[in-house]
């Protein structure tokens, strides 16, 4: 059963910076393409940072040059570094994966505000 866990999300000021992770498990990750999706509510879900098997990466244009998507093959984890945050980015983040017909994981929320 493949299960996706985040953490690291919290409430932080304006132009602070924040790494969301995700561990993932029962998959054979290094394989699989990896993704982070955010979600502020009264709003659609989003795909935020996308990374290949191999390290490729895409962003949505609100968040590039603001954060990177990284991964660790050997210890199961996708990474979401976050800096020079906005009020905008507030939301909860999803860890996913296309395996099967998709994983979730449970989310974390990002608050930023004064």
């Known amino acids: 059963q493949v299960q996706l866990v985040e953490s690291g999300g919290g409430l932080v000021q304006p132009g602070a910076s924040l790494r969301l992770s995700c561990e993932a498990s029962?998959?054979?990750?290094?394989?699989?393409?990896m993704a982070w999706y955010r979600q502020a509510p009264g709003k659609q879900r989003e795909k935020v940072a996308h990374?290949?098997?191999?390290?490729?990466?895409m962003y949505v244009d609100s968040v590039k040059g603001r954060f990177t998507i990284s991964r660790d093959n050997a210890k199961n984890m996708v990474y979401l570094q976050m800096s020079s945050l906005k009020p905008e980015d507030t939301a909860v983040y999803y860890c996913y994966t296309l395996v099967g017909t998709g994983y979730w994981g449970q989310g974390t929320q990002v608050t930023v505000s004064s």
């Open positions: 990374i290949s098997p191999g390290g490729s990466t």
């Open positions: 029962g998959m054979i990750f290094s394989i699989y393409p």
